[in-house]
């Protein structure tokens, strides 16, 4: 009787060290979730306008000093060109692609990565993502063709928790 009970607890402990180590627990971090910015109105992969020039410039200004570790972006020319600023603004920074519509995998490596991230997607997209992130309360619709000025701002905690913030260009300065 006292083996078997030396042989439980020992199976017990074992049980609660394992759903202890696999527990919510995640790297802390924030991920920077932005639409393209501003397109040229012809062909199938535009390149950016000016005032969508202008945006990614301003976009790399905000993140500059926001400790970016890792940038992704769909592989289309005005999601590349938005996070190129902010590319060549910090050394060492590259640009990793993923597939516009496999969200659950873009999900996971964002949970596993350590440091802050930057992805750049689409209207119709970008919202998917987030979404995967919002616990409590009311999640993001896609967004309108001409809304170009929000960046998510999704604050992962070590215990597994998140929140998303939706802000305005204009808020940051």
């Known amino acids: 009787m006292k ?3 030396g ?3 020992a199976i ?10 696999c527990g919510a627990k995640q790297e802390p971090k924030t991920i920077y979730v932005v639409r393209h910015a501003e397109k040229l109105l012809t062909g199938d992969d535009p390149y950016l306008s ?8 301003k976009l790399a200004e905000i993140l ?7 940038v992704f972006s ?8 938005t996070a190129q600023p902010l590319i060549e603004k910090i050394p060492g920074l590259t640009l990793e692609i993923y597939e516009v519509r496999k969200h659950d995998d873009l999900v996971k ?11 750049v997607g689409h209207s119709n997209t970008i919202h998917h993502v987030v979404n995967y992130f919002v616990q409590n309360g009311e999640q993001y619709s896609e967004l309108e063709d001409l809304e170009y000025g929000y960046i998510f701002e999704i604050t992962l905690e070590k215990d597994g928790s998140s929140t998303v913030l939706r802000r305005d260009y ?3 300065n």
């Open 50 to 57: 000016v005032a969508g020039t202008v945006r990614s410039k």
């Open 109 to 119: 490596e964002l949970r596993k990565r350590k440091g802050n991230m930057l992805v």
């Open 170 to 172: 204009r808020e940051f």
């Open 12 to 21: 017990v402990f074992l049980a609660v060290l394992l759903l202890w180590s």
């Open 64 to 70: 500059s000093d926001k400790q970016i570790e890792h």
């Open 3 to 5: 083996k078997q009970f």
């Open 7 to 9: 042989f439980y607890t």
């Open 74 to 81: 769909t592989d289309f020319i005005r999601t590349r060109a």
